[in-house]
T-cell receptor, first 114, second 114 residues
Framework: DAGVIQSPRHEVTEMGQEVTLRCKPI?????LFWYRQTMMRGLELLIY????????DSGMPEDRFSAKMPNASFSTLKIQPSEPRDSAVYFC????????????FGPGTRLTVL | AQSVAQPEDQVNVAEGNPLTVKCTYS??????LFWYVQYPNRGLQFLLK??????LVKGSYGFEAEFNKSQTSFHLKKPSALVSDSALYFC????????????FGSGTRLQVQP
């Protein structure tokens, strides 16, 4: 398996623009997680899905952020409009259904909002 | 609420010497505990986990961790450090009965000097 795939790897945009980050989880994994990593706040969970259904979105910063999982093999995280404080590395991770299993992380998308 | 503390921002050790990276946790029930490593510009890679059973857990690349319930600790150890072990290490916890998302510590940068 290719592992968790994220695109793009790097994104530079201007304040006010819409940004869409994409994730393909490992085939057969039932859970998908979106995390954000910054120097100031470390690794934060934004949202996670189980069988394509959002379970906990309490970490989503505000209404500018939205996430979807239209099918088992694809998820998006959208920021509209983007702001400089959204600059961070965004990670997607997936996990099988067994409660003891670890999460497998993608390489991340480095977002810079100017 | 669950939390993880990594009290050291950085640990410095000479190559060949043993290393310890500290982690303490807080959960309401029984914990699942994990260690991940992050190399520059990469996603997190799973090292090892404690689910149940033996308090000493062995993982990838010669790392091991000791679960201590009375001290609520899960320190990462390696008998002989390599320069290539230099990276950012994250401890994470999840309550067995709680939500599936992990709570991460702030990370500890390990620097192994030749």
């Amino acid at each position: 398996d290719a592992g968790v795939i994220q695109s793009p790897r790097h994104e530079v945009t201007e304040m006010g623009q819409e940004v869409t980050l994409r994730c393909k989880p490992i085939s057969g994994h039932d859970y998908l997680f979106w995390y954000r990593q910054t120097m100031m706040r470390g690794l934060e969970l934004l949202i996670y899905f189980n069988n394509n259904v959002p379970i906990d979105d309490s970490g989503m910063p505000e209404d500018r952020f939205s996430a979807k999982m239209p099918n088992a093999s694809f998820s998006t995280l959208k920021i509209q409009p983007s702001e400089p404080r959204d600059s961070a590395v965004y990670f997607c991770a997936s996990s099988p259904d067994r409660v003891s299993d670890e999460q497998f992380f993608g390489p991340g998308t480095r977002l810079t909002v100017l | 609420a669950q939390s993880v503390a990594q009290p050291e921002d950085q640990v410095n050790v000479a190559e060949g010497n043993p290393l310890t990276v500290k982690c303490t946790y807080s959960v309401s029930g029984n914990p699942y505990l994990f260690w991940y490593v992050q190399y520059p510009n990469r996603g997190l890679q799973f090292l090892l986990k404690y689910i149940t059973g033996d308090n000493l857990v062995k993982g990838s690349y010669g790392f091991e961790a000791e679960f201590n319930k009375s001290q609520t600790s899960f320190h990462l150890k390696k008998p002989s450090a390599l320069v290539s072990d230099s990276a950012l290490y994250f401890c994470a916890v999840r309550d067995k009965a709680g939500r599936r998302a992990l709570t991460f510590g702030s990370g500890t940068r390990l620097q192994v000097q030749p």
